[in-house]
């Protein structure tokens, strides 16, 4: 279906729904369901923080995402200009272009220290494939790992090589051809994380770890464990930085969007969850701590392929694909801004990517040095909401936390209360009641669930 659209015909290769959900999928699906997901369930005490994380994918992640997707099909055009026209055709106010905005700077600075994290992933590639996790013990796995944030020219060299694999994609202007290879490599990692699971089933503490995921214990839960799960509802999802609907402009209109919504939400929620089975009997069978932090999937996973039957191979296949994985979203996050460097800079495409790809790049080296030599520099340390969080801390605080959330919370207001229902319900073309579902959602429970879990946290 969709083959004959006229958009797409326009607009290039985005010929059917298959594609944009390849390319919404490539985005949404990294780093952020297999490394971020884990160690922050761990570290906010599992079960009940799950559950909220749930919650706001179903009542805030999926509404927003149909809302970002309908606004980009119905502008046409990359995120700032589809901001134009819609704030132009429906005589908004040209105040909400700020959405892009918002983008953009998040994007940098996601991007700056995805990168680097990025770069571990490169790295443990080599480290498996050389068989140096083969028979290791929790310490020894430890050890490598705490040895290479100790180490920052080799993690430069490592978040080098991933931001350079970003530029050159984005500077070729070339990602048909990756998103088409999202088509085969995800459903690899998919099946790959259930052989992981069946690995976790037989050998580690698999009971505990189902009932630390999916028994929710509320007294585990803080304020700013909900904040944080919210965060990580927009960051999971890509959402609140107008990538959706970027990949909105291409979607034919005969594409239901909210299928194609829930869809991609199920697929990354699937591929988090599933991760999350991997890892947490590998953490329980071997007294590790499920708070130990953003190295939990590079001291666990180790461990397992380190004892498993062909496990140099399995671990060296799966760093190749949380690679690409972590490749097609940093893709995505370089993308909007290399279009507005373009768009409102009037750069070629090398030069915009030069000058977005170099900055980022060196952004991350603060992130990279707040592992090491900056570990105790805490420069926001006087607030006591940021009290001894590092530079790479406050990134990732500021971006999922807070940015992301606010950019979403825009989206919902203009599009729940500013824009016209005709035109909604033309986009979407749903029935009655469950038109009247999303749109009342998107106008009370969305807005409401943001401002109050703001409002807790920041007061
Ligand atoms: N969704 C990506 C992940 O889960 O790893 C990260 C991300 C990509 C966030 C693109 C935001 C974005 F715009
Ligand atoms: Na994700």
Redesign the pocket.
């Known amino acids: 279906t969709g083959l004959q659209d006229n958009t797409s015909a326009k607009r290039g290769f985005w010929s059917s729904r298959l594609a944009f959900i390849l390319a919404a999928t490539g985005?949404?699906?990294?780093?952020?369901?297999i490394w971020?997901?884990p160690y922050i369930t761990g570290e906010n005490g599992g079960g009940a923080f799950v559950l909220v994380y749930l919650l706001c994918i179903a009542v805030v992640g999926i509404p927003i995402m149909m809302a970002e997707v309908l606004i980009g099909r119905r502008g046409g055009h990359s995120p700032v200009n589809s901001l134009r026209l819609i704030t132009e055709r429906d005589r908004l106010n040209p105040l909400w272009k700020l959405v892009g905005a918002i983008g953009i700077l998040a994007g940098f600075l996601i991007l700056s220290f995805y990168s680097v994290i990025g770069g571990w992933a490169l790295s443990y590639v080599g480290t498996s494939a050389s068989g140096q996790f083969t028979g290791q013990t929790a310490e020894t796995v430890g050890a490598i790992f705490s040895g290479l944030l100790s180490d920052p020219v080799t993690l430069l060299a490592w978040h080098s090589l991933f931001m350079a694999l970003v530029m050159t994609v984005v500077a070729r202007g070339v990602r048909s051809g990756l998103e088409r290879a999202t088509g085969i490599l995800m459903p690899s990692l998919f099946i790959l994380l259930l052989v992981m699971v069946g690995y976790a089933m037989t050998s580690g503490h698999f009971s505990a770890a189902l009932s630390f995921l999916f028994q929710p214990d509320f007294s585990k839960l803080t304020t700013s464990g909900v904040l944080e799960a919210l965060g990580h509802a927009f960051?999971?999802?890509?959402l609140g930085m107008a990538v959706m609907m970027a990949y909105g402009s291409y979607l034919p209109k005969n594409v239901s969007i909210t299928r194609a919504s829930i869809t991609v939400s199920v697929m990354?929620t699937g591929?988090?969850l599933l991760a999350g089975l991997a890892i947490f009997p590998i953490v329980f069978a071997n007294g590790l701590e499920p708070g130990a932090g953003p190295g939990l999937i590079f001291q666990t996973l180790p461990l397992a392929f380190g004892q498993m039957p062909m496990g140099s191979i399995f671990g060296t296949l799966f760093f190749v694909l949380l690679v690409f994985a972590a490749w097609t979203?940093g893709i995505s996050l370089l993308e909007p801004i290399v279009e507005w460097l373009e768009e409102q800079k009037g750069m070629n495409r090398t030069l915009s990517t030069l000058v977005a790809g170099l900055t980022c790049w060196l952004l991350g080296i603060a992130s990279i040095l707040s592992l090491n030599l900056w570990a105790d520099v805490a420069p926001l340390g006087m607030f006591a909401a940021f009290e001894g969080k590092t530079v790479f801390d406050l990134l990732d605080y500021l971006t999922a936390n807070i940015l992301l959330p606010l950019g979403g919370l825009l989206v919902a207001v203009m599009v729940g209360w500013f824009m016209s229902k005709q035109a909604l319900q033309n986009e979407l073309s749903l029935s009655a009641g469950s038109f009247r579902l999303w749109h009342n959602t998107l106008k009370f429970v969305t807005p409401i669930a943001v401002l109050v879990v703001f409002f807790y946290n920041l007061s």
């Not at 985005?27 to 369901?33: D, E, R, Y």
């Not at 960051?235 to 890509?238: Q, V």
Request: hydrophobic letters at 45%.
């Open positions: 985005s949404a699906v990294g780093l952020g369901n971020k997901f960051f999971t999802l890509s990354d591929v988090a979203s």
